[in-house]
């Protein structure tokens, strides 16, 4: 059922939060992201085979630990994007929005009249028609936040136009896409991306809307902290476990082959 976005509510007080992508299609993922204190997760069906019914599911994980779930959709359709928002998702993710027309068509998608077309739908979101469906209609359109993701050389150069439509609810960036739309495939730190991703923050800046920022170090943190960003996505689940279960090995490994120096 339809729930405060608590996510959108910490931005508009501009408190700091944090987010994971979810990419492994299992809801006790999820609820181990809201789990660990996390603000929200994106879970992503862009880059990973998930499907509908484990989407939702993997919503209801989220929404059992108070954890904001948005979902990266596959591309910039109405389809998919009703999909997610029928779910559950209290915001769409929105991959290479390039130009105002995308941005404008993504949030027609998402939103009811008279703000957009979403279609209408009476099933879990409104309870089962529990709340009113024209009150669920009218929080919906409070509720439930767009993010386009500024990822290509054009949408960077079109980001004024990007974000100044009306029910953009945040930016996200992308600089591994951006880093090959530049010619230097993932060199995410090269400072042809990195100008790109300074002038996105900048025009959301100007244009009041909260920008969302991936450090892949420390120090990116620290920088963008610095800039006045205050949200951030701290990665991907998988790469975090992966990392996790090898120097877990590793830690094993040494300690053995410290013992075994020791006994020579």
Not at 24 to 30: K, M
Not at 57 to 69: C, F, H, K, S
Not at 200 to 224: K, S
Request: charged share 25%; glycine share 10%.
């Amino acid at each position: 059922m339809l729930k405060t976005n608590r996510l959108k509510a910490k931005l508009r007080q501009q408190e700091p939060v944090h987010g994971l992508f979810c990419s492994i299609p299992t809801p006790v993922h999820v609820e181990m992201i809201g789990c660990a204190g996390f603000d929200f997760v994106i879970i992503d069906t862009e880059h990973t085979l998930v499907n509908p019914e484990t989407l939702e599911n993997m919503i209801r994980a989220a929404e059992g630990v108070d954890l904001t779930p948005l979902v990266r959709v596959p591309e910039n359709n109405p389809g998919a994007v009703l999909q997610a928002l029928d779910a559950g998702a209290q915001g769409v993710v929105v991959p290479h929005v390039r130009c105002r027309e995308e941005a404008e068509a993504a949030v027609r998608a998402a939103r009811y009249h008279p703000e957009g077309e979403r279609s209408l739908n009476g099933g879990r979101v409104p309870g089962f028609g529990t709340l009113p469906l024209p009150e669920y209609i009218r929080r919906a359109n409070e509720e439930v936040m767009v993010v386009p993701m500024i990822e290509d050389r054009e949408g960077v150069g079109n980001a004024e136009e990007i974000l100044s439509v009306p029910g953009v609810d945040m930016v996200l960036e992308g600089a591994a896409d951006l880093s090959q739309s530049y010619g230097v495939p993932w060199q995410t730190r090269h400072e042809q991306v990195r100008e790109g991703l300074r002038r996105v923050q900048e025009v959301a800046v100007q244009q009041g809307v909260p920008y969302c920022a991936i450090p892949r170090v420390p120090e990116d943190y620290d920088t963008w902290r610095e800039a006045g960003v205050y949200a951030f996505v701290l990665g991907e689940e998988r790469g975090i476990s992966f990392r996790a279960i090898r120097s877990h090995l590793e830690g094993f490994q040494k300690t053995a082959a410290g013992q075994k120096e020791e006994a020579r």
